[in-house]
C-alpha cells in the first residue's frame, strides 16, 4: 500500500508528477491519503477519473469531503459526529462505516441485476406493444385507425411499467445476500 500525507499530495498534484504519481497508484493495492485539505481530496477523484478513466467512489463523513463526493461517480455519506453535510451531498448514506462492504456487495449487486433486467423487459414490452401495432395496420389497411382506445393505452402501460417493475424490484434477489458477502467475486 501507499501512504500520502496532504503536503506530499500537494506536490503530486502537479502537472508534471500526476503521471508518475498514478503509475504508482495502480500498482498498489490501497492508497490512503491524510490529512488533506477538501480541494486535494476532489482534485486527486477528478484526476483518476479522468486519467485513468476508471469509475470512482468517494466515501467521505464531514463538510470536508463534499466536494470529493460531489466529484465522483457514486458517493457514499457516513452520518457522524462531524454533521451530517457528507450524507445530504452523498448518492447513498450509512450509519457506519462497516456497512460500506454490504452496501457495494450485496445491495450493489441487486441493483446491477435489477437493471439490467428491467431494461430487457422495458424492450420486451415495447417490441410487443409496437409489433402488435404494425400487424394491426395490414388488417386496416394502413388507414391510420387507432387499435385501442386512450384509456386502455394508458392502462396498458400503467400495468406494464409500473406494477412488474415494482413487484420484480421488490421480490427479485438472484443470490443470497450471505452469499455474496462471501464470494465477492460475483460483484
Not at 457528507?86 to 452523498?90: C, E, G, L, R
Not at 396498458?156 to 411499467?161: P, R, Y
Given at each position: 500500500g501507499l501512504v500520502i500525507d496532504g503536503r506530499t499530495l500537494e506536490h503530486?498534484?502537479?502537472d508534471s508528477l500526476q503521471n508518475t504519481f498514478l503509475e504508482l497508484?495502480?500498482?498498489c493495492r490501497a492508497v490512503v491519503c491524510c490529512q488533506a485539505t477538501p480541494l486535494q481530496k476532489s482534485v486527486l477523484v477528478k484526476l483518476v477519473r479522468s486519467k485513468l478513466k476508471a469509475m470512482t467512489l468517494a466515501v467521505g463523513d464531514g463538510a470536508n469531503d463534499v466536494s470529493m463526493i460531489q466529484v465522483a461517480d457514486?458517493?457514499?455519506g457516513i452520518s457522524g459526529q462531524e454533521g451530517m453535510q457528507?450524507?445530504?451531498?452523498?448518492d447513498f448514506a450509512i450509519s457506519q462505516f462497516r456497512h460500506l462492504?454490504?452496501?457495494l456487495l450485496v445491495h450493489g449487486h441487486w441493483c446491477y441485476t435489477r437493471l439490467t433486467?428491467?431494461?430487457l423487459y422495458f424492450f420486451y414490452k415495447n417490441v410487443t406493444y409496437v409489433n402488435l401495432l404494425f400487424w394491426y395496420q395490414f388488417f386496416c389497411g394502413f388507414s391510420g385507425t387507432s387499435m385501442t382506445d386512450y384509456w386502455i393505452l394508458i392502462l396498458?402501460?400503467?400495468?406494464?411499467?409500473s406494477v412488474p417493475p415494482i413487484i420484480y424490484g421488490v421480490l427479485d434477489k438472484d443470490v443470497s445476500a450471505e452469499i455474496l458477502m462471501e464470494l465477492p467475486q460475483l460483484y
Open positions: 503530486v498534484l502537479h497508484t495502480e500498482k457514486t458517493g457514499v457528507a450524507v445530504m451531498a452523498s462492504r454490504k452496501l433486467n428491467m431494461v396498458f402501460n400503467l400495468l406494464f411499467t
